[in-house]
């Protein structure tokens, strides 16, 4: 399968702790983004990182890449409650033909308690 | 901030019967995409759009999916003949111009379709 696969599923945390999400991915990317569901609404972008970029930050957010063992993370420093939601990695693969098709991984569900 | 919106956000249909879903995407945006969410399962990818014609599409996305751009406004996704597999939420999808591949894509809230 060419997708995404986070860990863990689910992840249930206290406020102001820290979150880490990881993703793995089969073959060579042209980039990998990852966005956030709230309960029964869509997918929200959080941050795209490129195939020529190892870390990239973004508010509270941090999200590496290792390119050569085809994984990502993203860390959440500081959870709020409001944080709770299913997080996705996204990839899009390095093929010129696609105008960017997402592959999703199964996600992780994080609870964060006030 | 501009939104992508979806038109219904629930639609129930019974088996067999033709269902249209619609967008709007952002207005300055030039890609467009359906995809797919079943319960529980992963967000799978249906088809892109660009410059009036299918740039690519899954093999979920066979005789019954059709895809249109009516006006300079809506992008709607038909599906001619439900069946109860088809029951899932539909979320429409847009991107701008530059840098094809490498722009988030903005999603719209979903339309959950129920097929009976």
């Known amino acids: 399968s060419q997708q995404g696969e986070e860990d863990p599923q689910a992840l249930s945390i206290q406020e102001g702790e820290n979150a880490t999400m990881n993703c793995s991915y089969k073959?060579?990317?042209?980039?990998l983004q990852w966005y956030r569901q709230n309960s029964g609404r869509g997918l929200v972008h959080l941050i795209l990182?490129?195939?020529?970029?190892r870390e990239k930050h973004s508010g509270r957010l941090r999200v590496t890449l290792d390119t050569s063992k085809k994984s990502s993370s993203l860390l959440i420093t500081a959870s709020r409650a409001a944080d709770t939601a299913s997080y996705f990695c996204a990839t899009v693969y390095d093929r010129g033909s696609t105008l960017g098709r997402l592959y999703f991984g199964r996600g992780t569900q994080l609870t964060v308690w006030p | 901030e501009p939104e992508v919106t979806q038109t219904p956000s629930h639609q129930v249909t019974q088996m067999g019967q033709e269902v249209i879903l619609r967008c709007v995407p952002i207005s300055n945006h030039l890609y467009f995409y359906w995809y797919r969410q079943i319960l529980g399962q992963k967000v799978e990818f249906l088809v892109s759009f660009y410059n009036n014609e299918i740039s690519e599409k899954s093999e979920i996305f066979d005789d019954q999916f059709s895809v249109e751009r009516p006006d300079g406004s809506n992008f709607t996704l038909k599906i001619r003949s439900t069946k109860l597999e088809d029951s899932a939420m539909y979320f429409c999808?847009?991107?701008?111009?530059?840098?094809?591949?490498?722009?988030?894509?903005?999603f719209g809230d979903g339309t959950r379709l129920s097929i009976l």
């Open positions: 999808a847009s991107s701008p111009r530059r840098d094809r591949g490498n722009q988030p894509q903005h």
């Open positions: 990182i490129r195939s020529n970029e």
């Open positions: 073959t060579s990317i042209n980039n």
